[in-house]
């Protein structure tokens, strides 16, 4: 089924121009096919099939084992040992490996993750379930150079959805996917991204909501852009 802009969605969302919301919804409606897919949707297919042999089943425990793996791993990270902790996010979903990711572990250093905690103001528990968070992506973007992935998750950090940028050619780390950052991105600048071309996936759903809140209750003070 195309993509499609349909009821209150086809009217550019609030400090969106027109023009501007015309590019975007040309650029989601250029890769997003049937259902969630919006890459090659043969890239796709090829994707699942090189998983599949172990079972979507089996691939579901052995995320959810990861994902408790990474949350201990996280409870034990401190400065005394973020030198020598590597933490383990398991191996890339279909949609990561269609959109070109490499099929290799995906690792995050505790040492790295400790200074972009510091640099961009949240706590390691802020990434709980990063992995499942991966997993199912709201999007997937090209990086600033080759081998570099940036994904849009929907977990959230000061009020921005948590962005974990992967490099598949990491120096002397060829064996594995490097994250090589994860911080709460500003909605902004992913609407540029996808203004720019650079989207490689997308959740259709999961991007519509992204991208066209819902609309705000008369008098709610809480009712803030996530």
Request: proline share 6%.
């Amino acid at each position: 089924v195309p993509f499609s802009v349909v009821g209150g969605a086809s009217a550019a969302p609030a400090g969106v121009t027109p023009e501007r919301w015309n590019v975007i919804v040309d650029q989601l409606r250029r890769v997003i096919g049937a259902e969630n897919v919006i890459t090659d949707p043969e890239a796709v297919r090829a994707a699942y099939e090189r998983i599949m042999g172990r079972g979507m089943e089996m691939r579901r425990r052995q995320v959810a084992d990861i994902n408790e793996q990474f949350n201990e791993q996280l409870e034990q990270l401190t400065p005394e040992n973020a030198d020598n902790m590597i933490l383990d996010l398991g191996m890339p979903s279909p949609e990561m490996l269609a959109a070109g990711i490499a099929d290799k572990p995906l690792r995050l250093y505790g040492n790295k993750l400790l200074k972009k905690a510091e640099k961009h103001g949240y706590t390691s528990s802020d990434i709980r379930n990063l992995p499942d968070a991966l997993e199912h992506p709201i999007a997937i973007f090209k990086g600033r150079y080759d081998g570099a992935f940036a994904i849009l998750t929907e977990l959230n950090i000061g009020g921005n959805n948590v962005l974990a940028s992967i490099d598949v050619n990491k120096g002397a780390e060829l064996n594995v996917n490097i994250i090589t950052s994860v911080y709460g991105k500003e909605h902004s600048r992913i609407i540029r991204w996808i203004e720019q071309g650079r989207l490689l996936y997308a959740d259709k759903k999961k991007a519509i909501d992204y991208l066209i809140p819902p609309a705000p209750m008369a008098g709610d003070p809480n009712n803030v852009r996530r």
